[in-house]
Structures are given as C-alpha cells and as structure tokens.
Nanobody, 132 residues
Framework: QVHVVESGGGSVQSGGSLRLSCAAS???????????MAWFRQAPGKEREGVAT???????TYADSVKGRFTISQDNAKSTLYLQMYSLKPEDTAMYYC???????????????????????WGQGTQVTVSS
C-alpha cells in the first residue's frame, strides 16, 4: 500500500505562482515499487486530466496546456513529488491530485502513462484557484 498526501494549494491571481507537494508513504517495499508519479487536475464539470508525469529515472511529460509553465520534480530521498506552477491562468483553477503507479515485477518498468487508469494510488487533492 502507498499513501500520497498533497499540500500547497491556494488562491493566487493570474500570473502568480504556486508549488504543490505530494508526500508518499508506506512500507519501504511499496515505496520502492513506485515507478511513475503524476499530477492530475479536475475542474468542476470536467474530466480528470493528466498534467505531468515523472518516472523512476526522472523522465517527465507534460500536457500541452502547461508546457513551459509547470515543472514536475521529485526528491527520492524524501519520497516527495513537487509541481512548480508559474504564470498561472484562471483556466488552471481545479482540484489537483497526486497519483502513484507501482510495479513489482522483475522486468522493465511499464511506460509511465498519463491516464487515470495508469495509477493505482491517489491523494485527496488540493485546491488551486486562480483569479483574473
């Protein structure tokens, strides 16, 4: 079992910045089995969408809507995931969720996807509100 808890959300004006954090915890074996972590967001009335992912090796992917403005990173020693958000826009307003995917096989890690079904562990979310 892996538990993830988000923090760092809040209200900012358009053009502002925020940094979200996600702390992962669980049995050591479970933490080591995490091969991909991601940030998702869900605005009212919309589907949950993948914002950014990072795999065990540090390779990242981003949704087109946030490229150049958001940066995903991880501190493996602290089992913590971050999302640095710059130049925030009102359309970035959403609940932001941290997600983790685990793999315990002996072969190569699966590809790090950006769909909700790629991830088995989710946090409760942290609200980000951007006003114009």
């Amino acid at each position: 079992q892996v538990h993830v808890v988000e923090s760092g959300g809040g209200s900012v004006q358009s053009g502002g910045s925020l940094r979200l954090s996600c702390a992962a915890s669980g049995y050591t074996y479970s933490i080591y089995s995490i091969y991909c972590m991601a940030w998702f967001r869900q605005a009212p009335g919309k589907e949950r969408e993948g914002v950014a992912t990072i795999d065990r090796g540090g390779t990242t992917t981003y949704a087109d809507s946030v490229k150049g403005r958001f940066t995903i990173s991880q501190d493996n020693a602290k089992s913590t995931l971050y999302l640095q958000m710059y130049s925030l826009k009102p359309e970035d307003t959403a609940m932001y969720y941290c997600a983790a995917a685990t793999y315990s096989g002996s072969g190569r890690d699966p590809a790090c996807g950006r769909e909700t079904w790629d991830f088995g562990y989710w946090g409760q979310g942290t609200q980000v509100t951007v006003s114009s």
